[in-house]
């Protein structure tokens, strides 16, 4: 066990943890921000995406003592009132199904769009990839980044 | 205007439900919380200072809001939104004075609180109409009273009831009180369709802020007070129990509370066959984190034996059914050897209509095809969870399950509680597919509970989830057809059966549309447990027979839309043979629309289509799939769909549910397969087992609904088998290259 202060959406909080703890379940049962999906816990699915600083990764195969003074930012966190252009655009397309990948998805394009703002279909198809839907939501889901991509343009 | 009584499913209708359905459910507040329209969003209106239980599907408010319950289980298929989208509708209330809350299990209240056959909409279709018609009249009723004027003379619009030649008007919420205590009236009018105001209009997902805020709605996010985490260690293999096991390590793990095994269910148990489950000893580790007890998990020593042959009585829907699990660890190379050698004797005859043997001698050719397809995990993205609070007199039960009907008396059998001391609560659900229609997790969890005298979360790892059954069957089937000399199709012959249990629908199309018919199957046991798997024996069942006619239109040299309306043209004008149990007509229907609107006949350069049409769960869809080549690499760039599922309630939803059936279709057809060595099975997580992705799913995806009135039907299900037909005869297109054993990559060669 060892004490880390974490920045998790801009505030920082303390957990004491066995250091190989992965973010997902420091998340999901340490800080009750149960957003952050358990998916697989082999970083094939995407289920888990979190922020640390502006990248995309994958909360199950990040050990809390990997963090150090990294900005965390989770789904709950990516904007103040889930009005991120991709929040919007997900809701404007309605997107989900049953909505558990959803916000790994939408983590993972957020990310994609702060580094590439105007992606091209094969750049949000590579950008997505890691991220499964199980209910076969991806057309929607590439609409939705493309959507959310304009808005941010305009 | 369609008079309805309201007889049908009264009890919904008695007054004073507040026990039953309100006090139930504010008294939980993670379901509370669960509320599914924004909180913020209503906090501007304010909240009514009273509700008034009008029945058990709706309560309103004294400011007029209206409270509708969702009774059925929401895996993803929409029912949260589009359920109350009915009741709504009738009540004549606009859809922005509505919050919905999802209904506990409530066998007094509702009927077929289950999610499965894609009946949700089609067998709450009447009840649906008839609570919010109900409240309507009941709402007319009591301004009638007030205003004293003849009921006839009220008219009920927009949550507003007014009374023209007087001038009087006043909200839903004025006259909620007065109308909560009158009789329920004997008999009710229902809109007439045209009058449907919600109902054949879009509306966005009720849970859609909370899925993309990262709101609590899952079983998984369940937290409470003093709640421990538990997972379980299962066998290994199939065809194996627990003999014993060392938790001395695991129990001194940090966070570790306690490890014990559990039983699941007595030898003498009577169970319906949503109880099955795989293993049913299994070892419990409890501690505080998830993350605890996998690691203290994996310290465990067990110890493993060989199962003997054992039978499992059953009951399914009343009728008793015997399920033999012989002992041994199974292999897939054998399954394959033990499926072609059944399927090359004669099976049992299920069907038989006119001379088959004779045709097939005087046939001028003769097409043989077979086909097979593997075992597929359901692989839900919400693992398996539960979670469960039970005391000495009472145990309360929150998490996603499709059938929470059916496991309530096994669970109450298990803990040794009257079933009305057992409460069932739904959240929305990662997905389903048919694997939560097996509730074994929901009597682990309250096992578990009962024997650590604490509220349990139960959590299964992806491994945990994936290793351990009820995974959809593996299917084998060898279609023959018979042309004479002009290329008509004299006979059809159809052999099929599976690993436990045969695909064949004998009854189906093409039966009916071929003079001579013959349908045969047979099974064979094993002891991996198989079920329900989204559109069960369709789902293969439907792409071999959509190839297999294929192979036909091209040996007939004729175009393949033709030779099946063909076929239909016949099975509609002149059926053959008795029980067929499909309407030609509006099979037809779809192949019609899908023609017209993929552009059928039209050759574009590059462009390689493949159709196919299937019907199940009362519901007929037809596909075009569009493949383009590009590096060498089968593209599918557009999929061209048309359903007849009745009247579409929530179109938008509706679309989207259709587009995630052919993506599933495409990837399970594509990439997916368990398979077994020496029990085991090969694939226990994503890195080996293939799920479609972003980049091979499909460019677009066009929905199409034909428009009729006819009451709604299944559509959970039906756009997914038949997809796996056009992708193969696509393919063949595409490359050249004839697609019969799933999953196509496996087989699939170079192109080029």
Redesign the interface.
């Known amino acids: 066990?060892a004490a880390f202060a974490l920045n998790i959406n801009g505030k920082t909080q303390e957990v004491n943890?066995?250091p190989n703890?992965?973010m997902l379940?420091v998340l999901?049962?340490?800080f009750?921000?149960?957003?952050?999906?358990?998916?697989?816990?082999?970083a094939?699915?995407g289920?888990c995406t979190i922020h640390l600083g502006d990248s995309a990764v994958r909360s199950c195969q990040l050990p809390v003592s990997a963090v150090a003074e990294q900005k965390i930012t989770?789904?709950?966190g990516?904007s103040e009132n889930?009005d991120h252009p991709v929040?919007k655009a997900?809701?404007e397309v309605?997107v989900?199904?049953?909505?558990?990948?959803?916000?790994g998805q939408?983590m993972t394009a957020a990310a994609l769009l702060k580094r590439n703002p105007s992606p091209s279909?094969t750049e949000?198809?590579?950008a997505?990839?890691?991220?499964?839907?199980?209910?076969?939501?991806?057309?929607?889901?590439?609409k939705a980044v493309k959507m959310a991509a304009d808005s941010e343009l305009s | 205007m369609s008079i309805i009584k309201t007889k049908i499913g009264r009890r919904a209708f008695i007054q004073n439900t507040s026990l039953a359905s309100g006090g139930l459910i504010l008294g939980f507040s993670f379901l509370n919380s669960c509320k599914p329209k924004q909180v913020e969003e209503m906090a501007v209106r304010d909240m009514p200072k009273e509700w008034f239980e009008i029945n058990g599907y709706l309560k309103i408010g004294d400011n007029g809001l209206v409270t509708i319950m969702s009774p059925n289980p929401e895996i993803g298929q929409n029912v949260r939104t589009s359920m109350p989208m009915i009741v709504a509708d009738e009540l004549e209330i606009d859809w922005d004075q509505v919050i919905v809350e999802q209904a506990p299990l409530n066998t007094n209240l509702y009927s077929w609180q289950v999610a499965g056959g894609s009946r949700s909409i089609s067998s709450s279709w009447q009840s649906l109409r008839m609570a919010g018609a109900t409240a309507r009249h009941m709402l007319k009723e009591a301004a009638a009273k007030a205003w004293q004027v003849p009921v006839g003379e009220i008219t009920a619009k927009g949550g507003m009831l007014a009374h023209e030649a007087s001038g009087k008007s006043a909200g839903y919420g004025d006259m909620a009180s007065a109308a909560s205590l009158l009789e329920v009236p004997e008999e009710v009018e229902l809109k007439e369709r045209s009058e449907f105001s919600i109902i054949g209009t879009s509306r966005k997902n009720v849970d859609g802020k909370k899925i993309v805020t990262g709101q609590p709605l899952f079983g998984i996010d369940v937290q409470r007070e003093g709640m421990l985490i538990a997972t379980l260690a299962h066998p290994p293999a199939f065809g194996m129990k627990l003999k014993s096991f060392d938790a001395e390590t695991a129990k001194q793990m940090p966070g570790i509370r306690d490890v014990f095994s559990i039983k699941l269910y007595d030898d003498d148990f009577k169970r319906g066959a949503f109880h099955h489950t795989a293993f049913n000893e299994v070892v419990a580790v409890l501690g505080e984190t998830t993350w605890q007890v996998m690691q203290a998990k994996k310290s465990l020593k067990v110890e493993w034996e060989n199962t003997s042959d054992s039978v499992v009585g059953m009951t399914m829907f009343g009728n008793e059914m015997k399920v033999s699990h012989p002992a041994g660890l199974e292999n897939t190379t054998d399954h394959r050897l033990k499926m072609e050698e059944l399927n090359a004797r004669k099976g049992r005859l299920v069907r038989k209509d006119g001379n088959p043997e004779e045709a097939f001698k005087n046939a001028a050719k003769i097409i043989e095809r077979s086909y097979s397809a593997p075992f597929l995990a359901h692989n839900t993205m919400e693992p398996m969870n539960f979670f469960a609070n039970v005391t000495d007199d009472h145990a309360e039960l929150l998490g996603p399950t499709q059938t929470p009907e059916f496991m309530e008396p096994a669970i109450a059998e298990r803990l040794g509680l009257p079933i009305e001391k057992v409460d069932i609560m739904l959240t929305r659900q990662g997905g389903g597919f048919g694997r939560r229609l097996y509730g074994h997790f929901m009597v682990e969890a309250a096992a578990i509970s009962q024997k650590a005298k604490a509220p349990v979360k139960l959590v299964y790892s992806r491994e945990d989830d994936m290793s351990q059954g009820m995974y959809r069957p593996s299917y084998y089937a060898t279609y023959r057809a018979a042309l004479d000399t002009e290329n008509n199709l004299t006979a059809l012959h159809v052999k099929a059966g599976g690993i436990p249990e045969s695909p064949l629908f004998a009854n189906r199309f093409p039966a009916g549309a071929v003079d001579n018919y013959l349908a045969e199957d047979w099974t064979i046991d094993s002891n991996i447990t198989t079920g329900a798997f989204r559109a069960p024996r369709s789902n293969f069942i439907a792409g071999a027979e959509q190839s297999f006619l294929d192979e036909v239109a091209e040996v007939a040299g004729k175009d393949p839309i033709q030779l099946r309306l063909d076929l239909l043209k016949r099975a509609q004008e002149n059926p053959v043979g008795e029980n067929n149990d499909y309407d030609a007509g509006r099979y037809a229907g779809v192949l019609e629309l899908v023609k017209e609107k993929s552009n059928w006949g039209t050759n574009q350069q590059g462009l390689h289509r493949g159709v196919s049409a299937y019907f199940c769960h009362n519901s007929y869809v037809a596909q075009v799939l569009d493949i383009t080549i590009e590096n060498d690499k089968p593209i599918v760039q557009k999929v061209t769909t048309a359903i007849d599922c009745g009247i579409v309630v929530n179109p938008d939803a509706a679309t989207n549910l259709a587009e995630g059936g052919v993506i599933d279709g495409i990837g399970n057809a594509m990439y997916g397969a368990i398979t077994f060595k020496d029990g085991v099975p090969e694939q226990n997580n994503f890195d080996k087992y293939r799920l479609i992705r972003h980049s091979e799913a499909p460019k677009s995806i066009e929905t199409h609904f034909v428009q009729n009135d006819i009451d709604p039907t299944g559509l959970g299900e039906p756009p997914f088998p038949p997809i796996m037909g056009a992708l193969a005869n696509a393919l063949y297109k595409a490359t050249g290259q004839r697609h019969y054993h799933q999953p196509f990559v496996a087989e699939r060669v170079i192109v080029g």
């Open positions: 066990m943890v066995d703890t992965p379940w999901r049962d340490h009750k921000l149960v957003g952050t999906k358990y998916g697989c816990g082999i094939q699915c289920a989770t789904i709950e990516l889930g929040q997900w809701l309605d989900p199904q049953c909505g558990y990948c959803q916000a939408i279909d949000i198809e590579t997505m990839n890691g991220n499964i839907c199980r209910c076969g939501t991806y057309t929607r889901i590439k």
